[in-house]
């Protein structure tokens, strides 16, 4: 097929990953085409099977091959490279936090999604595979047609409730609401806790669209830097004693842009402020799963007295399945019933059928422990093909799907990012990142796409150019 150079510097992963995608582009290999084994390769090219995993992997993320479970590996039957059709039907997006959200949720194969918040279609369909609405047929569960009851499937909220009792969470299943997603509870607890006009710390960078969800409700916000081992102390006390809060929105864990994790000593500074100023600890924990090891959350610690916890499946099952909940005292989870009957009735008794198959049976536990060790390996790649054009990373290196990376002063972002667009490549800015659009000169990068050679080629001229 092609041989490997030994005298090269490039890794041999690399060389693979770059001789199958130049024998697709060039039409040496068709779409539906299928590709040697991993046996096969390793033996043809003298190298370990290993090396050929990590690089079907990587092609695989990148839609240049689609895996077939039983079958090995295909060239996948869509496009590598073209306009952003889709996008440019709509004319332009700009570069605003709703923009953003809009190009992340396109689907489109043809982009090099390195500013996206999901991981590869691949890689969620082998969670959630379609034979598991063969089985939800054929299974005693709830009838996925029937309504859902208006608190969540009693059976999920259960799993849920198991799940949380793992990580330390006194939590049962009457502790639980599922919603649609993360978003829908930020949206439920904003409407319950807070009023125009109030104060409401959020992280600074954190998270683009919740700032959007709580400015629509006209409170003001108040930044508190986050930094790698949790928010900045004296910055957070800071504003408790001039603005006197009425909720901190946080991620303990893998922390959206930058991958860090509060320390446990952050987390009982920030609970005991909480008590001393009276204001709700809103724990986002979408991301906590792709922790590795002994965790500390908000949760754990309060005993749901001041924190609430919201976590989600939609990132790592997928992004059509908008089944996320929230873990709160009894007297909030009542109030957030009456919400969710207000807004949208009740649930779906389908998707929380999917995800209460997907908990069952550890077939969810495995996935994360895969994607874990995938993302760690492609963050370790990605981070030095980003390097090797000129992006500067700190040296914590964080867990999970993002890196937060800074562009040289001289490079004016804002053009990067349409320039960038018109090679169909979506980056993400980092001053959507930020309630007070600081982090000018910041980008967050999805590892699961940001080894891409089109994208590391493009920042390295763009920057080089700058």
């Known amino acids: 097929m092609f041989e490997l150079r030994r005298d090269s510097h490039q890794p041999l992963v690399d060389q693979i990953c770059e001789r199958v995608t130049q024998l697709v582009r060039h039409g040496q290999l068709a779409a539906g085409t299928r590709v040697p084994s991993i046996r096969k390769l390793a033996r043809q090219v003298g190298a370990s099977p290993f090396t050929v995993v990590d690089a079907y992997d990587r092609l695989v993320a990148r839609g240049v091959l689609e895996s077939r479970a039983g079958r090995g590996f295909f060239v996948t039957r869509r496009r590598l490279s073209a306009p952003l059709v889709d996008v440019e039907a709509l004319g332009d997006p700009g570069t605003d936090a709703l923009a953003l959200a809009r190009l992340c949720m396109a689907n489109s194969a043809d982009i090099v999604a390195a500013g996206s918040g999901f991981l590869p279609e691949n890689w969620l369909l082998e969670a959630a595979s379609s034979a598991l609405l063969t089985r939800l047929a054929r299974s005693r569960r709830a009838q996925p047609w029937l309504p ?7 059976e999920l909220r259960e799993q849920i409730a198991a799940r949380l009792v793992q990580h330390g969470i006194a939590a049962g299943a009457a502790n639980i609401v599922t919603t649609y997603g993360a ?12 009023a125009p006009g109030d104060a409401v710390l959020v992280e600074d960078p954190g998270y683009f669209v919740l700032f959007e969800q709580l400015r629509a409700h006209h409170v003001r916000l108040i930044a508190v830097p986050r930094h790698a081992n949790g928010p900045d102390l004296e910055a957070l006390e800071a504003a408790c004693r001039a603005h006197r809060p009425r909720a901190f929105f946080m991620q303990t864990l893998v922390h959206n842009p930058t991958g860090y994790s509060a320390d446990p000593a952050h987390c009982h500074r920030i609970l005991s402020l909480a008590e001393q100023y009276g204001f709700a600890v809103v724990e986002d924990d979408v991301y906590g799963d792709l922790y590795e090891g002994p965790a500390v959350r908000l949760a754990q610690i309060d005993g749901l007295r001041h924190a609430v916890y919201v976590g989600s499946y939609t990132k790592l099952i997928g992004p059509s399945l908008r089944v996320g909940y929230v873990a709160a005292d009894a007297a909030l989870i009542s109030q957030l019933v009456e919400r969710k009957v207000l807004s949208v009735l009740s649930g779906s008794t389908l998707l929380e059928c999917f995800v209460s198959e997907v908990l ?3 077939r969810y536990k495995r996935h994360v422990e895969q994607t874990r060790a995938r993302l760690a390996r492609m963050r370790r790649d990605a981070r030095a093909a980003l390097e090797s054009a000129g992006i500067v990373f700190d040296a914590v290196p964080g867990e999970g799907m993002f890196l937060w990376g800074r562009v040289p002063d001289a490079a004016p972002v804002d053009e990067l990012v ?12 980092g001053s959507l990142f930020s309630p007070d659009r600081g982090c000018a000169q910041w980008l967050r990068f999805n590892v699961a796409h940001s080894n891409s050679p089109p994208l590391v080629q493009f920042l390295r001229e763009a920057l080089r150019a700058a």
């Not at 859902?148 to 009693?154: D, H, S, V």
């Not at 978003?183 to 807070?194: C, G, H, K, P, V």
């Not at 349409?418 to 800015?429: G, M, P, T």
């Open 148 to 154: 859902c009851p208006a608190q969540g499937l009693p």
């Open 183 to 194: 978003s829908q509870a930020f949206d439920l607890l904003a409407r319950i806790l807070l």
């Open 360 to 362: 069952d049976g550890g």
């Open 418 to 429: 349409r320039r960038a667009r018109d090679h169909s490549i979506l980056l993400a800015r």
